[in-house]
């Protein structure tokens, strides 16, 4: 870019801008890659720096002691600044921060986080060393602010480069979308077009690519949907071979012997034997059909456990396989990690290993749901209206940059905020919004969902999330191809997916958001929605027949938009009144939700009729909104494709229209007249956006799972870390109808006996006693004062991780150690990041950190548990389901607490050379009866218990023990 700008970056004792000093400021101005001036001054803050912003920007407080006021220093910024546009990374926090201190800057701003986020979607984050490592751009020094400012100069500098790569209709379509709602990308985006256009009348012609684009439009054709209208061609479908060869013990013997092909493969690579038994066991599984549960413990290597049978029969027999995991995390590590090093393996493979040679042909897709894939049909007939907010012309300018390169359409390819996936539902495909027949995407083979079907069709292996499967499920197996096997990982989420997957939740943003999707009143062109662009279709159509019908149409049209503000007045009034029988009825918290389950003595209270009167006066509007859509339905089926060009896509859209709205309709009426002895009901309402929600779950998930999954395949596999309570499948089985599955418990290699002291305390007073939270601060400080931070303290709540966190961090603090809260320091992946930097660090987690947190090596020494985590005796679903058993505490809430407990205590050995110690701060583990069965479910470790004082002096001769050894090892 030939602009001259500023690349601003600023240190501050912190993000609030009411509260917060500005610390250091660092600016570089240049034009392209050439700097022409440098700023840079450290300043004196009003009060000291907090050890989490020195830790972030190593300056200390004996560095901003002698530094200048920010009012000496102001005049001098504005000036090196000017009228100069200002990058930088997130800059309007950086702006906000110079405005709070009396510096207000009205020029241009160029954020380079929100350009990343268009142009380089595939990022996992997008803080300023990430895209530039991204784009190849070397970062020297994080955190201080002129080197800061540097990297975010070349990161801009790339990020021009990059949009220099799109042709002029894209540039113009950008800045045509982020122009409309008045964000600054606009300008970018026209900055580098009007240069290249003055670049193309200094040379002469236009560029190659553009002449392309335009001979591919055609007459009448938009160039951005040109790309899409080439046939794109259909892979083969996967095709029994006709063996019915069973998987030998042999073969997977051979191919993981530790001179074999999978040992000459993989890095480090060690024979595990627990590995080799899952293995065999999930063969005979497949070989032979039934259900299998297995257990593998950490470092068993499960993954490859199942994938090498399931890969081997696939092929063999040109059988399917579908694999199923909760999180994204595993399917990115089966698909980026396990399973190339098998087609790796494959390659390796020898004479002697003919049948793992056959994996070479080994082909793998994954499937998401629907939702997950963009719909060019909605995306081109959404392009026809301008943004109307500023996370929609984001998103839309995301999505415009992303087809140049996508070849999945995959959303988990997009970093999409909060407040723009409202926006994405609209544009993404929906159940019952294609007929395939009467989309020229789908008939091109250039549908995103389709195509990734097909994929799906012709692979041996198909990964999907458990959310798909279930859904796949009630839908009839309508979405993965036909299946006859099954391996369920991460099997101990598949229950809670289930409930959830049954179950609906309706709330008055869903209903709006359905309305206005009808019909709206909207500028310039009086009335927007789906009925608007089909009344301006049909009256514009060239058919007389059709125009004929505009007449009548628009008192339809009227009719609906009188219809759906009356519908937009009751929801309010609906759901407010939903709200207010909350406001009267008993309710708990469950996290930062308040919850009231509605029962039948519920439904009896005076308030319930009110709700029953506030529906009916919803249904009537609803009932003339839906009418009005089957009049427009009615006549656009008069009229011909070839006359009115957007007619299929205008009809499919309001059939989905309608469906949702009869789906909508009939849900909530059951939610309040006509409730299934077999359903739960509840309500809730988060503080931070105060919406009401009707939710339902199913009373029993096991019995569908069973009846709908589990009897349709040949074999099925369900396999975690945490599947047993007390060394016993029972609960597992009982919860998922497996009562006649085989089971394998593979234990962990890890030498846990060796490498973990499990300490449990006992004078911290149990949960609820008087002095309980006093005693478990003073606790955590002891702790983690004695392991030097290193440290993880996982709660059950945030309203007691708050608490502790607000009650320790002075102290630790000023003993060196930094304490970090999750939703208070950052997200959870900044905030494992900062305890891998610095492990002087105590991080307090809640939910997400009990699972899924790998942190290997000595920065997590010391693993805190402050209380058992047992589910919340009110929550909806837990108390509905308890009512069934006649101990529903010892069944149901202590296996499930066991569960939960086990995930927990597996955060702290992550590989063969990890030590530390695991701390119980609830002493109902030691005083009650049940706690043996807590102990019992985990691995055979090292176990000391005591007061405070004992535990703290067992836990530093363990760690020095520990050092000892470590030094013995590797004595230099």
């Known amino acids: 870019m030939r602009d001259v700008c500023v690349a601003l970056d600023i240190e501050a004792t912190g993000m609030d801008p009411s509260r917060d000093e500005v610390i250091e400021i660092g600016a570089i101005k240049f034009r392209g890659a050439r700097v022409i001036d440098r700023f840079e001054t450290l300043v004196r803050p009003s009060r000291p720096v907090s050890l989490s912003i020195q830790s972030l920007t190593g300056l200390a407080n004996d560095d901003l002691r002698a530094a200048p006021l920010f009012p000496l220093i102001a005049p001098r910024l504005r000036d090196f600044v000017s009228q100069a546009p200002i990058v930088g990374q997130s800059v309007g926090m950086d702006l906000d921060m110079l405005t709070a201190s009396g510096l207000r800057f009205d020029n241009t701003r160029y954020d380079t986080f929100e350009l990343a986020t268009i142009m380089l979607p595939e990022l996992p984050a997008y803080n300023l060393a990430t895209v530039a490592a991204a784009l190849g751009v070397d970062v020297p020094n994080t955190h201080r602010a002129v080197a800061d400012a540097e990297t975010t100069m070349a990161v801009f500098n790339r990020l021009a480069e990059r949009a220099d790569l799109f042709d002029d209709a894209t540039l113009e379509r950008l800045i045509s979308v982020t122009t409309s709602t008045g964000t600054h990308v606009g300008r970018f985006f026209a900055s580098i077009l009007r240069e290249r256009r003055q670049e193309a009348v200094d040379l002469g012609g236009s560029s190659i690519g553009a002449q392309l684009m335009a001979q591919l439009a055609g007459a009448g054709t938009a160039s951005s949907e040109a790309m899409f209208l080439m046939p794109r061609e259909r892979p083969e479908r996967l095709e029994p071979t006709g063996s019915d060869s069973p998987i030998s013990p042999d073969v997977l013997d051979a191919a993981m012997a530790i001179d074999g092909p999978v040992a000459r493969t993989i890095s480090g690579y060690e024979l595990r034997p627990q590995q080799t038994q899952m293995m065999h066991a999930v063969a005979t599984n497949l070989n032979q059909g039934g259900a299998l549960l297995v257990e593998a413990g950490t470092g068993t290597g499960k993954s490859l456990g199942y994938l090498l049978p399931a890969a081997l029969h696939a092929v063999e027999r040109g059988d399917r396989v579908v694999i199923s995991t909760a999180t994204i995390a595993l399917q990115d590590q089966l698909m980026k990690k396990d ?98 027949g009467q989309c020229v995407f789908h008939r091109r083979n250039q549908c995103f969902l389709f195509r990734a079907r097909q994929s799906a069709e012709a692979a041996h292996v198909v990964i999907v999330n458990h959310s798909l499967l279930l859904s796949d499920m009630l839908a009839r197996h309508s979405v993965i191809p036909p299946f006859r096997n099954l391996i369920i990982d991460e099997a101990h989420h598949l229950e809670a997916e289930a409930t959830s997957q049954v179950g609906h939740s309706l709330s008055r943003s869903n209903a709006l958001d359905l309305i206005h999707r009808v019909v709206t009143e909207s500028e310039p062109v009086g009335v927007g929605g789906t009925l608007g662009l089909a009344f301006r279709a049909i009256a514009g159509s060239p058919l007389e027949q059709a125009r004929a019908q505009a007449g009548p149409l628009q008192e339809q049209l009227a009719a609906g938009l009188a219809a759906a503000k009356e519908c937009l007045s009751r929801v309010d009034g609906f759901f407010g009144a939903l709200g207010e029988f909350m406001d009267r009825s008993e309710h708990e918290a469950t996290g930062y939700d308040r919850q009231t389950r509605i029962t039948g003595s519920a439904r009896r209270d005076p308030g319930w009729s009110q709700l029953e009167i506030e529906w009916d006066d919803l249904g009537a509007p609803l009932g003339r909104l839906f009418e009005a859509m089957r009049h427009f339905d009615r006549v656009l089926d008069l009229i011909p494709d070839e006359d009115m060009t957007t007619r299929p896509e205008i009809r499919t859209e309001l059939e989905l229209l309608q469906e949702e709205l009869d789906l909508f309709r009939m849900r909530m009426a059951e939610f309040v007249s006509s409730p299934n002895p077999d359903t739960i009901y509840w309500l809730s309402r988060r503080p931070a956006t105060d919406e009401t929600t009707a939710h339902t779950a199913p009373l029993h998930v096991g019995e569908i799972l069973n009846d709908q999954l589990f009897h349709r395949c040949d074999s099925v596999t369900l396999t975690s870390a945490t599947l047993t309570t007390d060394g016993s499948f029972d609960y597992i089985r009982d919860r998922l109808s497996l009562d006649h599955a085989d089971e394998l418990r593979v234990p962990s290699p890890f030498d846990y006996e060796r490498s973990v002291l499990l300490a449990l305390v006992e004078d911290v007073p149990e949960p609820g006693e008087a002095g309980h939270q006093k005693r478990l601060q003073e606790a955590v400080v002891r702790l983690t004062q004695a392991t030097e931070g290193r440290a993880m303290v996982l709660f059950t709540s945030h309203s007691a991780l708050q608490t502790t966190y607000r009650a320790i961090k002075r102290q630790l603090e000023a003993q060196n150690i930094l304490v970090l809260g999750q939703r208070i320091d950052g997200s959870p992946r900044q905030l494992i990041e900062r305890l891998r930097a610095n492990p002087r660090t105590v991080l307090l987690g809640t939910n997400s950190f009990w699972e899924g947190v790998d942190i290997v090596g000595s920065a997590l020494s010391l693993l805190v548990i402050s209380k058992l985590p047992f589910p919340v005796p009110s929550d909806p679903v837990f108390a509905a389901r308890s009512e069934l058993l006649d101990d529903p505490f010892g069944h149901y809430a202590v296996p499930q607490s066991i569960l939960r407990f086990k995930q927990g205590f597996g955060r702290l050995i992550r590989s063969a050379d990890d030590r530390g110690v695991c701390v119980v701060l609830d002493r109902r583990i030691v005083t009650r009866r049940y706690g043996d069965a807590f102990v019992n479910s985990l691995p055979t470790c090292r176990i000391e218990h005591g007061s405070t004082d004992d535990v703290v002096q067992a836990i530093s001769a363990f760690l020095e023990d520990t050092d000892a050894e470590a030094r013995r090892a590797f004595p230099f």
């Not at 049909?377 to 995301?398: C, H, N």
């Open 339 to 436: 399973l190339p090093a098998l087609l790796a393996a494959a390659e390796q493979s020898g004479p002697g290993d003919d049948e793992l040679g056959k994996l070479r042909d080994l082909r793998v897709a994954v499937l998401k749901g629907r939702a997950n894939y963009l719909c060019l049909r909605r995306w081109f007939l959404a392009q026809r209206e301008a943004p109307t907010s500023e996370p929609q012309a984001q998103l839309y300018a995301k999505v415009i940059a992303w087809l140049q390169q996508t070849d999945t359409g995959d959303s988990a390819e997009l970093h999409l905020s909060p407040d723009q996936r409202p926006y994405w539902k609209r544009l993404a495909e929906e159940e019952g919004s294609c007929i395939p």
